[in-house]
């Protein structure tokens, strides 16, 4: 008999959460390639590694929100709106306040397909999961563009908490279900004139007839549907096998927007179980032990490249 484990309380997402800010954040100093070597050793005796993805691993990955590829694809929009606050990246685009739900869908669709459906940065993403071959692979991630799935990470494997760019919602959020709008928007993105969608072409609520959102968490109305509860499910079982085994936590290109998700909770697992390993890639926000201040796209290929030879180098 165990009591122990029968006594261990399911570890829930919710659970899992936490909003403890570490005061152990150092400097680093261990050279790069020391850091590299610890960092695939770890992986190598990992019999589970859980990722956690950021916008920093699409950004490393290639994915552009600003700069040069927004003057490039919104003019349009710079032209009827003006560059002000808002017309300066994908981001920022999103928040203008749209005269209506024909302007607020011309710009959208576009900029979802863009953002997800047709977004295609994910050598960077294969490199790693090949490197990873053989654990027991979860990934929680708070990007919304599908990119670890286009790379072939199965579904089943992936809970991505803050929604996602090919699906929409009830603006209100009156009911727990969200919708595939990604034909719904290659039809706006067709039929789009002066930044206006054709009027019936703007989707309606098929509850209460009101107006629909993205399904982003950006407000208290984000549904979180069957499908976010089931990927929820699996993450909380993944996560309590995780408790019993040699665990990496592998951060990638997690900053400081929602750091309550991936950043605190993974600090937390790791300085309260000694089976737990924390390895943070992050270009600016390392500051843990075993984490890389370095080049986000360098360190994987690095480390990808380390974990590959042994494997090849073994008899
Ligand atoms: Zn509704």
């Given at each position: 008999?165990?009591?122990?484990?029968?006594?261990k309380k399911k570890m829930s997402f919710e659970r899992f959460l936490s909003y403890e800010y570490a005061g152990d954040y150092i400097n680093q100093t261990?050279?790069?390639?020391?850091?590299?070597?610890?960092a695939a050793q770890a992986i190598r005796e990992a019999d589970y590694v859980l990722l956690g993805a950021g916008a920093g691993m699409s950004t490393a990955a290639g994915a552009e929100y600003g700069g040069k590829f927004f003057e490039e694809n919104f003019a349009e929009f710079q032209k009827i709106y003006g560059k002000g606050p808002y017309m300066q990246d994908m981001y920022s685009a999103g928040f203008y306040p749209f005269p209506d739900q024909e302007s607020k869908w011309g710009l959208w669709s576009h900029l979802a397909l863009l953002a997800g459906a047709d977004l295609d940065v994910t050598q960077l993403h294969k490199t790693l999961l090949d490197a990873l071959k053989g654990k027991k692979l979860f990934l929680l991630s708070t990007n919304?563009?599908?990119?670890?799935e286009k790379a072939g990470l199965p579904v089943e494997q992936i809970f991505a908490t803050q929604g996602s760019y090919k699906r929409i919602q009830c603006a209100r959020g009156c009911h727990p279900k969200t919708y595939d709008a990604v034909e719904l928007f290659r039809q706006?993105?067709?039929?789009?004139?002066?930044?206006k969608i054709p009027t019936e072409l703007v989707p309606k609520c098929p509850v209460c007839g009101g107006p629909m959102a993205m399904n982003l968490r950006v407000d208290d109305h984000f549904v979180q549907d069957e499908d976010w509860h089931a990927a929820e499910d699996r993450f909380s079982r993944f996560l309590s096998e995780c408790m019993d085994g040699k665990t990496v936590l592998l951060e990638l290109g997690v900053g400081f927007n929602t750091p309550t998700i991936i950043r605190f909770p993974f600090e937390k697992l790791a300085r309260e179980h000694k089976n737990i390993t924390l390895i943070r890639l992050s270009r600016s926000k390392a500051m843990v032990p075993a984490s890389f201040g370095a080049d986000m796209a360098k360190s994987i290929t690095d480390l990808a490249?380390?974990?590959?030879n042994t494997e090849a180098s073994e008899p």
């Open positions: 008999m165990n009591f122990n484990r029968s006594a261990t050279p790069y390639a020391e850091q590299i070597e610890q919304a563009d599908h990119q670890f706006m993105e067709q039929e789009r004139v002066n930044g490249e380390k974990l590959n």
